[in-house]
C-alpha cells in the first residue's frame, strides 16, 4: 500500500512539473547535490538517483526515486533537488518542506534549502542557513565546504567595496560594506573594530555596543574593547551591562582600585533604576540561582515571551520578585517544574544553577525562539571543539556541545566545560545577550 501511494504521489508532482512549463526546462549547472550522509540507509534505486542527481539528469533521478522503497521524507528530499536542478523553484521548495515537515531535523532537506537559496542568488539566506548547520552538524565537510566559499567571496567583495567608498569620503556607504563584510566573515574583528569605533566616533552607542560585544565574542579578554564597552554602556545608561563589564575586567586586573571605584559609582545609579531590588542584587552575586535566571531571561526576553494558553499553576512563588517571570518561563517549557508544580524556592536541594542545567535552560530558551518563527544565526567556530571532560553519552553532551561550538558558552583553558561549577551572573548575561543578539541578527 504504502509504495502505491508514494507512486501515486511521484505521478501527481511529475504532472505538476509538466504542467508547469518546468519539466523540459533547462537543467541547471550550479546547483549543489551533496553527497549522502554514510549513516543513513538507502535502497540501491535511491543511490542511484542520487548519482543521476548530481550528473545533472533530473528525469532519469525521478524516475529511481519514484521505483524506490526508502523512508518517505527521503523521497521528498529527492525530489526537491530533481525539480531543483531542472531550476523549478516552487515544487523544489514545496518537497523539501513536506520532508521537514515529517522530520525537522533532517540535514539533506536543510541542505536543499541552503542550495535553493544559493541557486536564487539569495546568497545571505543561504550563508545563514549554512552557518547554522554548520554549528548543528559541525562534523559534516560538505556544510563546511559551502560555508568557507560563500564566506571568503563575498567578504572579499564587500571589503573591495568598502576601500573604495572610503577613498571617495562615502561614509554612510563605506560602513555599510564593512557591515556585509562582517556578516560574512564574522571571526574578523579588524572589521568590527572599524564599524564599533565609527558608531563610537559619530556618538551612536547602540550601534557601537553591539560590535564592540561581537568582538569580545571571540577576545573576551580583550581590555581595550571591554574599557571602551563598559563607557558605552554607561553613555547608554545600561548600569546593569557595564557593572558585568567592569567586573569581568577586574578579574584581569585584581586590585585595581580605579575599576573598584567605578563599580561602586555605577551600583549607585543601578540602584536608582526602577528595578526590584532582588533582581538589582543579582549582578553582585558570585552565583545566580533559578530564581535569578528566570527574572534575567525574564528581562531580556520580555517582548518574546508571549503567553497565549493557559499559564501553569505554580505552588511556591507568591513571595518571589520573579513572580511574573517563572509563571511565563515555566508555561513556555523554557524552564520546569518538579513534579508536585513547585519550582523550588527555599530548597537548596537543586536550586542553583549550575553550568550542564545552565546550558539545558539555553537551549529551550532557543528552541522556544525557533518555534515562534524567530530566526537566529550564530557564528560557529572555526574548528569543531570537543568538551574534554563530558562523555558522549552524558544526557546534556549534545546541547553542550551545541552551545560551545555557537560560541554561547565557553570551554576553560584546558577545554574542559565543568558542568557541575555555579554559573556566575557576567556568564548568565553574556550567554544570554548572544542569543538575543543571534536573533536580531537572524531576522
Known amino acids: ?25 533547462g537543467v541547471s549547472v550550479n546547483v549543489n547535490v551533496p553527497t549522502l550522509d554514510p549513516a543513513e540507509s538507502y535502497d540501491n534505486q535511491y543511490l542511484e538517483g542520487w548519482e543521476n542527481l548530481r550528473r545533472g539528469k533530473a528525469r532519469l533521478a525521478l524516475e529511481n526515486f519514484k521505483q524506490s522503497s526508502t523512508s518517505d521524507e527521503k523521497l521528498y528530499v529527492g525530489f526537491g533537488y530533481a525539480f531543483l536542478v531542472q531550476n523549478n523553484y516552487r ?69 573591495r567595496q568598502a576601500r573604495q567608498f572610503q577613498a571617495e569620503a562615502n561614509d554612510e556607504r563605506y560602513v555599510d560594506s564593512l557591515k556585509d563584510a562582517a556578516v560574512y566573515s564574522p571571526e574578523t574583528i579588524d572589521i568590527k573594530i572599524q564599524i564599533a569605533d565609527f558608531y563610537y566616533q559619530k556618538k551612536d552607542f547602540s550601534q557601537s555596543a ?23 554602556f554607561e553613555q547608554l545608561q545600561k548600569y546593569d551591562s557595564a557593572i558585568v563589564i567592569y567586573k569581568r575586567l577586574l578579574e584581569l ?39 535569578d535566571l528566570a527574572a534575567l531571561i525574564g528581562h531580556y526576553f520580555d517582548k518574546f515571551l508571549e503567553v497565549r494558553g493557559v499559564p501553569k499553576i505554580i505552588t ?35 536550586f542553583e544553577v549550575n553550568r550542564a542545567h545552565f546550558a539545558e535552560v539555553l537551549h529551550a530558551l532557543v528552541k522556544f525562539l525557533e518555534r515562534e518563527g524567530r530566526p537566529l544565526k550564530f557564528t560557529p567556530l572555526e574548528e569543531v571543539v570537543e568538551p574534554g571532560d563530558i562523555s558522549p553519552l552524558h544526557k546534556t553532551y549534545k546541547i553542550i556541545k551545541f ?28 550567554a544570554l545577550k548572544k542569543i538575543l543578539r543571534s536573533i536580531e541578527i537572524g531576522e
Not at 500500500?1 to 526546462?25: E, Q
Not at 560590535?211 to 563598559?230: G, M, Q, S, V, W
Not at 560551545?404 to 548575561?429: G, H, Y
Open 91 to 159: 515544487l523544489a521548495t514545496q518537497n523539501f518542506q513536506k520532508a521537514l515537515d515529517l522530520a525537522p531535523d533532517n540535514m539533506q532537506a536543510q541542505l536543499g534549502f541552503a542550495a535553493l537559496y544559493e541557486a536564487k542568488k539569495e546568497v545571505r539566506k543561504a550563508f545563514n542557513l549554512y552557518s547554522r548547520l554548520r554549528v548543528q552538524f559541525p562534523d559534516n565537510p560538505w556544510i563546511k565546504v559551502r560555508y568557507d566559499y560563500i564566506k571568503s567571496t563575498e567578504t572579499e567583495k564587500y571589503l
Open 210 to 232: 553591539s560590535y564592540y560585544e561581537e568582538i569580545l565574542e571571540t577576545y573576551p579578554n580583550k581590555d581595550d574593547i571591554l574599557f571602551r564597552l563598559a563607557d558605552v
Open 253 to 291: 586586573k585584581p586590585g585595581d582600585l580605579d575599576i573598584s571605584n567605578r563599580i561602586n559609582d555605577l551600583k549607585v545609579k543601578f540602584y536608582d533604576m526602577d528595578l526590584p531590588e532582588k533582581f538589582k542584587n543579582i549582578f553582585f552575586k558570585s552565583a545566580i540561582n533559578r530564581e
Open 1 to 25: 500500500m504504502r509504495l502505491l501511494r508514494l507512486s501515486a504521489v511521484v505521478a501527481l508532482i511529475i504532472l505538476l512539473n509538466i504542467l508547469s512549463g518546468c519539466g523540459g526546462g
Open 316 to 350: 511556591d512563588i507568591g513571595n518571589s520578585y520573579a513572580r511574573e517571570y517563572i509563571i511565563k518561563v515555566c508555561t513556555l517549557n523554557i524552564m520546569k517544574l518538579r513534579p508536585d508544580h513547585s519550582f523550588g524556592i527555599g530548597d537548596p536541594s537543586g
Open 403 to 430: 552551545m560551545i561550538n555557537a560560541q554561547v558558552m565557553k570551554l576553560d583553558d584546558s577545554r574542559n566545560f565543568n558542568p557541575t561549577f555555579d554559573i556566575s551572573p557576567s556568564e548568565a548575561v553574556f
